[in-house]
């Protein structure tokens, strides 16, 4: 299904390793959600997962690079939910493997540059290269999986077709859901219809 206005681009996992994986919605459903459904859209995540600064030319960026994101992306998505036990013993050796082999590459190098205003802004020294944005991905996910803390604050969506998962950094440990405005808002919604239906009930 292509990605639409109602499924935008996420951003609001905790870790960008997580906002590639958050990029397939409604796992669980039917009819999953593909928000990266062309090298446009993977252009606009890297830029807007900050993998990249706005500007950047990323005329590089095409269905090959497509196809190796889409790839990380099904890995990465193993890999954690192994680690949540939500799926256990489907990451393999292979795949931490693969993602180690990822991480080896050297991510982008940056520079730091004056603006036009003479404030300090952040750029990439060489054209973005696909490995190296990838390794950038790879070496957060490593990062992750290996912090106590964090890996501890790994949380699955609680929405009954979201597979999304994220970092639970709220007050309490009590945050439910990946998005409050998008599942959150279902369950309130199906919560509401539950109560009018057993309202109506003798």
Known sequence: MAASASYDLRFDSGRVCLD????????????????????????????????????????????????????????????????????????????????????????????????????????IAVAPDCGALLAQIARDAVELLTDPVARGQLRQCEGETCSLVYLDTSRGRRRRWCSSEVCGNRERVARHRRRAVAATRP
């Open 20 to 123: 590639l994986v958050a990029t397939v919605g409604g796992r669980l459903s039917e009819e999953p959600v593909e928000r990266l459904d062309g090298p446009e859209r993977l252009r606009a995540w890297l830029v807007g997962a900050e993998l990249v600064p706005l500007g950047t030319c990323l005329e590089a960026v095409d269905a090959a690079w497509l196809t190796r994101f889409l790839a990380a992306r099904d890995l990465l998505h193993r890999v954690v939910r192994a680690e949540l036990d939500v799926e256990p013993g489907r990451a393999t050796a292979a795949d931490l493997e693969r993602l180690n082999a990822l991480a080896s590459t050297a991510p982008p190098a940056v520079r730091a540059v004056r603006n036009s205003d003479g404030t300090l802004v952040r750029v």
